[in-house]
């Protein structure tokens, strides 16, 4: 709710009941909504205060909405909280991520079926033995998207973590062997990518009763080796877009299907 009862919009995204859609796209960087909402019929910004800028607009005439969340787990739970509380129900995380498999290259799709909670937003939450799952039905659809647009998809879980030169440069840390161990961890249990907020996001949506997922671009490599030029080229986030657009429209089809 807002934190002035005369005011309408919300304290930290600035937005009201009507301001956005059922369906909302959740990027981490502002300099993102734009681009998304290109894809929109009608597409207009909506407001823009601290990392959290809005576009709203239709798709297939349903009107979608696109915020940004900033970087971890702190702020995309307040952008989650405070769109659930303007009416947004469906929730698709679209980012990058860094790849966990050595048979995962940079340019593939990664679809979040799942969570490793390494993060501490979720815990004030949940107990860390809630699973921090994403929704089955958008899961699915998001995977089948990028499938049937020729993608090369994997479909499974990621590390969520809060630190990311904790991942990048772990031997500086004063903690690195267990930074190592836990990583190594990871990819043994078959984490297949690496990003910020998936866990907190599919965590309070559990809370909140609303649906998420997340569809996410890779980059980079499992021991951290640099990446070709073809490589940052193939894992540009524009590539993502069209295939995370095709995939809320899938969604939208689905449920209009099911209603």
């Known amino acids: 709710m807002s934190m002035d009862r005369d ?11 009507g301001d956005v859609g059922k369906y909302v796209f959740l990027p981490g960087d502002p300099g993102r909504c734009e681009l998304i909402a290109s894809y929109f019929d009608d597409a207009h910004k909506v407001a823009s205060h601290r990392e959290y800028e809005t576009w709203s607009g239709f798709l297939d005439g349903e009107k979608v909405s696109v915020t940004s969340t900033g970087i971890g787990g702190p702020s995309a739970a307040i952008a989650l909280e405070e769109l659930v509380a303007i009416g947004a129900t469906t929730f698709v995380r679209v980012g990058t991520s860094g790849a966990m498999q050595e048979n995962i290259h940079p340019g593939d799709i990664a679809v979040v079926s799942g969570a490793i909670r390494d993060e501490g937003t979720s815990l004030h939450y ?14 699915r659809a998001l995977a089948d998207s990028a499938k049937g647009m020729g993608k090369t998809v994997h479909v499974g879980i990621s590390q969520s973590k809060d630190s990311f030169y904790g991942q990048h440069s772990p031997e500086r840390m004063p903690i690195a062997s267990r930074l190592h ?28 009763r609303v649906r998420a997922a997340g569809i996410m671009m890779v980059m980079g490599h499992p021991d951290q080796s640099p990446m070709t ?4 080229d193939a894992s540009k986030v524009e590539h993502l877009l069209p295939v995370a657009i095709e995939g809320m429209k899938e969604i939208i089809r689905r449920d209009k299907a099911a209603s």
């Open 181 to 208: 161990e836990r990583w190594s961890a990871w990819i043994g249990g078959g984490a297949i990518c690496s990003e910020m907020e998936a866990a907190t996001l599919y965590i309070v949506a559990s809370v909140l």
């Open 7 to 17: 005011n309408p919009r919300q304290y930290h995204i600035e937005l009201a009941p």
């Open 229 to 232: 030029p073809a490589e940052w």
């Open 126 to 139: 949940l107990p860390l033995e809630f699973p921090a799952i994403a929704d089955v039905d958008l899961t």
